[in-house]
């Protein structure tokens, strides 16, 4: 992706194929201050208790995701959020094919 502040950004699960007992990801922006990275993760897929340097959003568009967030789990589904400061440990895994998008803050 280039550099630019305004852009369309489509076909973006065209680019993440969700595939069996997997998860792929793809960057799917990458400009000044923001950096999107969408997942596909097959159901018991997941991202081990980690922390990121800034701050961050995950979206989830599709199927469901338990989300560990300084101790606390939830459910997400889709159109369900979590905003995470700078530091925020924090886990997940599928408990279903699931989607989601995960936007860092500059």
Do not use: W, Y
Request: proline share 6%; hydrophobic share 40%.
């Amino acid at each position: 992706m280039s550099e630019q502040t305004s852009m369309f950004r489509t076909g973006v699960t065209d680019d993440v194929p969700l595939r069996e007992g997997d998860r792929a990801t793809a960057v799917v922006v990458d400009a000044p201050g923001l950096r999107g990275v969408h997942f596909a993760l097959d159901a018991g897929q997941g991202l081990t208790d980690h922390a990121a340097p800034k701050r961050a959003v995950v979206n989830c568009v599709a199927g469901a995701i338990d989300f560990t967030l300084e101790g606390e789990t939830r459910t997400l589904r889709p159109g369900d959020l979590v905003v995470m400061e700078p530091g925020a440990r924090h886990a997940l895994v599928a408990t279903e094919p699931s989607r989601f998008t995960l936007l860092l803050l500059s």
